[in-house]
């Protein structure tokens, strides 16, 4: 595994067209809208590819058989040299790999029920990634649910971007608030003049925008999250966006909610949680 320096990132590019699952995070890095780290076999002429998206996603992709690099990526993955600080949840192209990493990791790999039981270096926890697409009709059917009287949703400015905490939040998919306001945007609920929620652009590629939601937790249960999805659902549809959504197959609240607003689950993928 070398680490690709980030002016040779076009040598990526061309490869990562040929990747058919929901790749935008990995689009992101590539394209130098987010800092990332990018990992190759050869740097001269790579062929196998890891992408890492600073908020933890990463894409492994290309060429499987490649027995020095994946030896190293093992070593990456169990963290035995101390190479990376966080978890990392992976995804893989093409479906060759999931073999491939299933004789790889042997032993390491753990269902996501054994997690609590088996912790600390060494394991990769199997979940699953449900990518969705959007039907426009369901969403439509579903729509119907009026904003509370004392709500108002608001355009996501600068104040409300370094306002707004929580884990799924615009300062965790954008370098600045100002790459923020001059690439993405964003529609932000607020419930008695506090801040309640926030939908926004995680990621945006050609006509396609990724849907990153936060509700503040005294917030959750109101529906508040499927309200501010909606507007910017409608941004989208009037700016001839294609919302996508993606999620683990565990996180039932972001499934749920994916389904309320019109996305119907097509494809589940393996999904690795490389533990620090």
Same mark, same amino acid.
């Given at each position: 595994?070398?680490?690709?320096?980030?002016?040779?990132?076009?040598?990526? !590019?061309?490869?990562?067209?040929?990747?058919?699952? =929901?790749?935008?995070?990995?689009? $992101?890095?590539?394209?130098?809208?987010? $800092?990332?780290?990018? @990992?190759?076999?050869?740097?001269?002429?790579?062929?196998?590819?890891?992408?890492?998206?600073?908020?933890?996603?990463?894409?492994?992709?290309?060429?499987?058989?490649?027995?020095? @690099?994946?030896?190293?990526?093992?070593?990456?993955?169990?963290?035995?040299?101390?190479?990376?600080?966080?978890?990392?949840?992976?995804?893989?192209?093409?479906?060759?790999?999931?073999?491939?990493? $299933?004789?790889?990791?042997?032993?390491?790999?753990?269902?996501?029920?054994?997690?609590?039981?088996?912790?600390?270096?060494?394991?990769? *926890?199997?979940?699953?990634?449900?990518?969705?697409? @959007?039907?426009?009709?369901?969403?439509?059917?579903?729509?119907?649910?009026?904003?509370?009287?004392?709500? *108002?949703?608001?355009?996501?400015?600068?104040?409300?971007?370094?306002?707004?905490?929580?884990?799924?939040?615009?300062?965790?998919?954008?370098?600045? *608030?100002?790459?923020?306001?001059?690439?993405?945007?964003?529609?932000?609920?607020?419930? =008695?003049?506090?801040?309640?929620?926030?939908?926004? $652009?995680?990621?945006?590629?050609?006509?396609?925008?990724?849907?990153?939601? *936060?509700?503040?937790?005294?917030?959750?249960?109101?529906?508040?999250?499927?309200? !501010?999805?909606?507007?910017?659902?409608?941004?989208?549809?009037?700016?001839? @966006?294609?919302?996508?959504?993606?999620?683990?197959?565990?996180?039932?609240?972001?499934?749920?909610?994916?389904?309320?607003?019109?996305?119907?689950?097509?494809?589940?993928?393996?999904?690795?949680?490389?533990?620090?």
């Amino acid at each position: 595994m070398i680490p690709l320096n980030i002016n040779n990132y076009d040598r990526v !590019t061309n490869h990562l067209k040929k990747v058919s699952i =929901n790749n935008l995070f990995a689009r $992101s890095v590539i394209e130098k809208k987010i $800092s990332g780290k990018v @990992f190759v076999d050869n740097d001269k002429n790579p062929k196998t590819f890891y992408i890492v998206h600073p908020y933890g996603m990463s894409l492994l992709f290309g060429d499987p058989g490649n027995p020095e @690099f994946n030896q190293n990526f093992l070593d990456y993955s169990l963290n035995s040299k101390k190479q990376r600080n966080n978890p990392e949840w992976m995804q893989a192209y093409p479906a060759e790999w999931n073999n491939v990493l $299933s004789d790889l990791y042997k032993d390491h790999l753990i269902n996501p029920s054994e997690f609590k039981r088996k912790t600390g270096n060494g394991i990769i *926890e199997l979940n699953t990634r449900v990518n969705f697409k @959007f039907n426009p009709k369901k969403h439509h059917e579903y729509k119907e649910i009026n904003l509370p009287k004392d709500c *108002e949703i608001r355009k996501t400015d600068k104040n409300i971007y370094n306002e707004m905490r929580g884990s799924v939040i615009p300062s965790k998919f954008w370098d600045s *608030e100002e790459d923020f306001i001059n690439g993405g945007v964003g529609f932000s609920l607020y419930c =008695n003049q506090n801040l309640a929620a926030t939908a926004y $652009s995680a990621f945006i590629h050609d006509n396609k925008l990724e849907i990153g939601i *936060e509700t503040i937790p005294e917030y959750r249960g109101y529906g508040y999250a499927q309200l !501010t999805c909606s507007a910017l659902i409608d941004f989208c549809l009037k700016n001839n @966006f294609e919302p996508v959504w993606a999620c683990r197959l565990e996180n039932t609240p972001s499934f749920k909610l994916a389904e309320k607003l019109g996305f119907e689950a097509i494809a589940k993928i393996p999904y690795y949680r490389l533990g620090k």
